[in-house]
């Protein structure tokens, strides 16, 4: 578990994200590919946008991996220290550390 602690007006606040060691997974049958887009291009774009005097505005999307559809195959995780009861966990989507992660949130957004 990826956590990061910040300190806000009301108090400590944590956030935390949970990671799979999708490294140890074999990958070999799992499409993978998702649209990504290179330094250059954003170089490229932001300059375009500077040029015409456009304002460039970001959106970023909470848990974006937990949004993507079920996944069709099984994982099972062991859960982090601060959760471990003896049981563990089955996904149900994608989560980060997966590699068809960024594929599942990207089929997610494009058919909306």
């Known amino acids: ?3 990061d602690r ?3 007006d009301d108090g400590l606040v944590i956030k935390a994200r949970l990671v799979a060691r999708g490294f140890e997974e074999d990958t070999t049958s799992l499409r993978k590919d998702s649209p990504t887009c ?3 291009s954003v170089r490229l774009l932001v ?3 500077s040029s015409k005097q456009w304002a460039c505005n970001t959106v970023d999307v909470k848990s974006a991996y937990l949004q993507g559809d079920k996944i069709e195959r099984e994982i099972f995780l062991k859960p982090p220290p601060e959760f471990n009861d003896g049981n563990l ?4 989507k994608t989560v980060y550390g997966l590699c068809d992660a ?3 949130w990207y089929m997610r957004v494009k058919v909306l």
């Open 1 to 3: 578990m990826d956590s």
């Open 6 to 8: 910040k300190t806000k």
């Open 47 to 49: 300059a375009f946008a």
């Open 102 to 104: 960024a594929r599942a």
């Open 38 to 40: 290179s330094k250059e």
């Open 89 to 92: 966990w089955k996904l149900k």
